[in-house]
T-cell receptor
Framework: DAKTTQPPSMDCAEGRAANLPCNHS???????VYWYRQIHSQGPQYIIH???NNETNEMASLIITEDRKSSTLILPHATLRDTAVYYC????????????FGKGTKLSVKP | DTGVSQDPRHKITKRGQNVTFRCDPI?????LYWYRQTLGQGPEFLTY????????KSRLLSDRFSAERPKGSFSTLEIQRTEQGDSAMYLC?????????????FGPGTRLTVT
C-alpha cells in the first residue's frame, strides 16, 4: 500500500531547474515529507524534509501544497552529478523511524 | 572522511556459505539501521539498534540473519547458509538521537552476490 506516487523517470537539461513531483494524497496530519536521493552505486542521501511550509536548503527546495496531498522537490540548477533516483517518503515504520522507500524517480540530467 | 563506512564493498559467495558484513557508523550516532536493496527497488528496512540494543526487526530478517552491535559502536550483519535470493545490496545507516528522526546517513553498501 504505497503512500507516495512518483513518475518512474524524468529528464532535465543541465543548468535548468529539475522539478520532481510526488503525490501523497493519504498523508496524515503529523506525517512529514522526506526526500532522499541515491546516486548509482552509492547509499541514499538525505536531501530535505518538511511538514507544511515550504523549505529550502543548500541542496534543494521543497514545495508542499496547502492541502499537503502533493509536493515538489526543486533542484534549481541541475548538474550532471544530480543524476540519481529520487525518493519521496511520507511513511516511516516502527517506533524508531525506519524509512519506507518506494521505487522513486530516476532523474537523468543531460548536457 | 567521517561518514558511515561498510566493509566489504563487494562479496561473492557460494550458496550455503556464511557471510558477515561490518558497518561503522558516524562516531557520535547512537542509532543504527540495516536495509536491503534489490535491483530496481528502494531499500527495505531490516533491523534497528539504539546503542547496543536491537529494538526492531523486520519480518524480512529470517532466522538465518543475525545482527549485533557490541558496545554500541560498529555493527555486524551475518547471513548463515546463504541462498541466491539473498543477493542484494546491504545498506547501513546511522542517525543521531535527538536529531531529525528521519535524517539518516547511509554508507556505500555491501553488494552480495550468491552463486
Amino acid at each position: 500500500d504505497a503512500k507516495t506516487t512518483q513518475p518512474p523517470s524524468m529528464d532535465c537539461a543541465e543548468g535548468r531547474a529539475a522539478n520532481l513531483p510526488c503525490n501523497h494524497s493519504t498523508i496524515s496530519g503529523n506525517e512529514y515529507v522526506y526526500w532522499y536521493r541515491q546516486i548509482h552505486s552509492q547509499g541514499p542521501q538525505y536531501i530535505i524534509h518538511g511538514l507544511k511550509n515550504n523549505e529550502t536548503n543548500e541542496m534543494a527546495s521543497l514545495i508542499i501544497t496547502e492541502d499537503r496531498k502533493s509536493s515538489t522537490l526543486i533542484l534549481p540548477h541541475a548538474t550532471l552529478r544530480d543524476t540519481a533516483v529520487y525518493y519521496c517518503i511520507v511513511r516511516v515504520g516502527g517506533s524508531q523511524g525506519n524509512l519506507i522507500f518506494g521505487k522513486g524517480t530516476k532523474l537523468s540530467v543531460k548536457p | 572522511d567521517t561518514g558511515v563506512s561498510q566493509d566489504p564493498r563487494h562479496k561473492i559467495t557460494k550458496r550455503g556459505q556464511n557471510v558477515t558484513f561490518r558497518c561503522d557508523p558516524i562516531s557520535e550516532h547512537n542509532r543504527l539501521y540495516w536495509y536491503r536493496q534489490t535491483l530496481g527497488q528502494g531499500p527495505e528496512f531490516l533491523t534497528y539498534f539504539q546503542n547496543e540494543a536491537q529494538l526492531e526487526k523486520s519480518r524480512l530478517l529470517s532466522d538465518r540473519f543475525s545482527a549485533e552491535r557490541p558496545k554500541g559502536s560498529f555493527s555486524t550483519l551475518e547471513i548463515q547458509r546463504t541462498e541466491q535470493g539473498d543477493s542484494a545490496m546491504y545498506l547501513c545507516a546511522s542517525s543521531l538521537d535527538g536529531g531529525p528522526l528521519y535524517e539518516q546517513y547511509f554508507g556505500p553498501g555491501t553488494r552480495l552476490t550468491v552463486t
